[in-house]
């Protein structure tokens, strides 16, 4: 009904920024067992009711999702070109955010083109090969929302806005993953266990026809994200919880292929308890785990988390540990406008 749908939007969208925000300060580390007991801890202090600590700034990750919402909210109609200013207008006015450097490189030579074709300095990066970063997999989740209905309309607005900063086909596959994960979260009910194993099913058989069929490939060799997720499903089964294990087989680095499947992961994989995580909370967990990998631990734990709580809805989010997220207000509330405009498509 429309009062779960609104609390699942507004829970994937927090739970994207509770991602970036917590995730943010462990970028770049490689997680020890010391490492996860300060992470334990950091934790339970951000959920207390009267933890007084400093604010946790969003990241690039945040501010470009915001812009994607944005664009949505005031023009309805899905207007690339717009979004596509957004971006930069975000970039130049608040440039401290953490961004990737061909992405910089991107914005600048929009802004000089003026906007005349808003797929083709992406295009022309990393000498014609474009990007594999996962800058464009960390922002759809909005999309994700916006098309909750129409499946296809999602997977080529998806591929759209990905193709402004990247256009390389594994960052674009991993963002068309990353949306089709977070459309599945929406449908399944909070109240009842996930099925995992249909859950990666579900994906594999979706990746299959993007990478396979069309691709008009006879083979599924070069079929590298479904070819991740069947290492999801290894992995849920063997239930291993080896950390250097599962970040050498699924990977955690700012690659789209080493991080979009990573995330699915840690969301399945928190459906259960996991050692050194003492939290019944399962975003909590997701987002925990996400970043008790290391890597690129703003972006995976805020992928996750757009997971978890599109499952689960925002009534299961911690309001202590909101409160040192940066903007969660106006997050809120642009969840809210995201979903009124969503319900005239
Ligand atoms: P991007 O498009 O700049 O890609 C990220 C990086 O990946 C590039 O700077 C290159 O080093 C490398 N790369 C991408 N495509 C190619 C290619 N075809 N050939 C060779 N190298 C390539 O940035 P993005 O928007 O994809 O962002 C990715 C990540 O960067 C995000 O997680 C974001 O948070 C940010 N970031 C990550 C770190 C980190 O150390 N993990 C640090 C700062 C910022
Ligand atoms: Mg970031
Ligand atoms: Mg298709
Ligand atoms: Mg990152």
Redesign the pocket.
């Given at each position: 009904d429309n009062i779960l749908l609104k609390s699942k939007f507004r829970g994937c969208l927090l739970g994207s920024l509770i991602g970036d925000c917590f995730g943010a300060p462990f970028?770049?580390d490689v997680m020890t067992g010391g490492g996860k007991v300060i992470l334990q801890k950091y934790f339970d202090k951000l959920e207390g009711a009267n933890f007084k600590g400093p604010i946790k700034q969003y990241?690039?990750?945040t501010a470009m999702t915001k812009c994607i919402v944005k664009s949505l909210t005031d023009k309805p109609a899905v207007d690339f070109k717009f979004m596509a200013r957004l971006f930069v207008k975000e970039y130049f006015s608040d440039p401290r955010r953490?961004?990737?450097?061909?992405?910089v490189d991107v914005f600048s030579k929009l802004r000089a083109n003026k906007f005349e074709d808003i797929f083709k300095p992406a295009e022309e990066q990393?000498s014609g090969?474009?990007?594999?970063?996962?800058?464009g997999a960390?922002r759809v989740a909005p999309l994700a929302l916006y098309f909750h209905d129409n499946y296809q309309a999602m997977i080529r607005a998806v591929s759209d806005a990905t193709r402004i900063?990247?256009t390389?086909k594994n960052a674009i596959n991993g963002a068309i993953l990353q949306s089709m994960a977070v459309q599945q979260c929406l449908r399944l009910d909070p109240s009842e266990k996930v099925d995992t194993h249909k859950f990666v099913n579900n994906l594999i058989d979706k990746m299959r026809i993007i990478e396979v069929e069309d691709e008009g490939l006879d083979t599924e060799f070069l079929a590298p994200y479904k070819e991740k997720l069947v290492d999801v499903q290894k992995l849920l089964d063997s239930a291993n919880d080896d950390t250097d294990e599962i970040v050498r087989i699924l990977g955690n680095d700012?690659?789209a292929l080493h991080s979009v499947p990573t995330a699915i992961f840690c969301f399945l994989r928190a459906q259960l308890p996991i050692p050194r995580i003492t939290t019944d909370n399962k975003l909590r967990r997701s987002i925990q785990y996400a970043i008790s990998l290391g890597?690129?631990t703003?972006?995976i734990a805020s992928m996750a988390g757009s997971m978890a709580g599109a499952f689960l809805g925002d009534d299961y989010i911690n309001k202590h540990l909101l409160r040192h997220c940066e903007g969660h207000k106006e997050m809120s509330e642009m969840a809210d406008n995201l979903f009124a405009v969503t319900e005239d498509v």
């Amino acid at each position: 009904d429309n009062i779960l749908l609104k609390s699942k939007f507004r829970g994937c969208l927090l739970g994207s920024l509770i991602g970036d925000c917590f995730g943010a300060p462990f970028e770049g580390d490689v997680m020890t067992g010391g490492g996860k007991v300060i992470l334990q801890k950091y934790f339970d202090k951000l959920e207390g009711a009267n933890f007084k600590g400093p604010i946790k700034q969003y990241t690039d990750d945040t501010a470009m999702t915001k812009c994607i919402v944005k664009s949505l909210t005031d023009k309805p109609a899905v207007d690339f070109k717009f979004m596509a200013r957004l971006f930069v207008k975000e970039y130049f006015s608040d440039p401290r955010r953490g961004y990737g450097k061909n992405v910089v490189d991107v914005f600048s030579k929009l802004r000089a083109n003026k906007f005349e074709d808003i797929f083709k300095p992406a295009e022309e990066q990393f000498s014609g090969m474009g990007s594999f970063g996962n800058g464009g997999a960390m922002r759809v989740a909005p999309l994700a929302l916006y098309f909750h209905d129409n499946y296809q309309a999602m997977i080529r607005a998806v591929s759209d806005a990905t193709r402004i900063t990247h256009t390389h086909k594994n960052a674009i596959n991993g963002a068309i993953l990353q949306s089709m994960a977070v459309q599945q979260c929406l449908r399944l009910d909070p109240s009842e266990k996930v099925d995992t194993h249909k859950f990666v099913n579900n994906l594999i058989d979706k990746m299959r026809i993007i990478e396979v069929e069309d691709e008009g490939l006879d083979t599924e060799f070069l079929a590298p994200y479904k070819e991740k997720l069947v290492d999801v499903q290894k992995l849920l089964d063997s239930a291993n919880d080896d950390t250097d294990e599962i970040v050498r087989i699924l990977g955690n680095d700012i690659f789209a292929l080493h991080s979009v499947p990573t995330a699915i992961f840690c969301f399945l994989r928190a459906q259960l308890p996991i050692p050194r995580i003492t939290t019944d909370n399962k975003l909590r967990r997701s987002i925990q785990y996400a970043i008790s990998l290391g890597g690129d631990t703003d972006t995976i734990a805020s992928m996750a988390g757009s997971m978890a709580g599109a499952f689960l809805g925002d009534d299961y989010i911690n309001k202590h540990l909101l409160r040192h997220c940066e903007g969660h207000k106006e997050m809120s509330e642009m969840a809210d406008n995201l979903f009124a405009v969503t319900e005239d498509v």
